[in-house]
């Protein structure tokens, strides 16, 4: 999904505060070429996971690097427990 999808979701989050988080690493979208230019393509993972952080930012008034290494986690151990039931 694109940077606009992304912010549709995401109450508050700014598209400047988006593209600070790509560029400082805290999430890794893939890059789409669409003729000259590279979009970035994000995935459902990377909607939960920001959409986790930004609530920790909010609610919290967390650090960035903080809230994205426990959104980082969270989604980790939703996904192990997803695996683990489907059995």
Same mark, same amino acid.
């Given at each position: ?14 598209? +400047? ?7 400082? %690493? @805290? &999430?890794?979208?893939?890059?789409? #070429?669409?003729?000259?230019? $590279? ?6 993972? +990377? ?7 930004? %609530? @920790? &930012?909010?609610?919290?008034?967390? #650090?960035?690097?903080?809230? $994205? ?19």
């Amino acid at each position: 999904m694109e940077a606009g999808e992304i912010l549709k979701h995401v109450n508050g989050l700014t598209h +400047d505060k988006l593209t600070y988080f790509v560029r400082s %690493g @805290y &999430i890794n979208p893939v890059k789409v #070429k669409r003729g000259t230019l $590279f979009y970035n393509d994000f995935s459902e993972n +990377d909607l939960e996971i920001i959409k986790t952080a930004w %609530g @920790y &930012i909010r609610k919290y008034d967390m #650090k960035t690097r903080s809230a $994205f290494v426990r959104a980082r986690k969270k989604a980790e151990n939703s996904t192990q427990l997803d695996l683990f039931d489907s059995r």
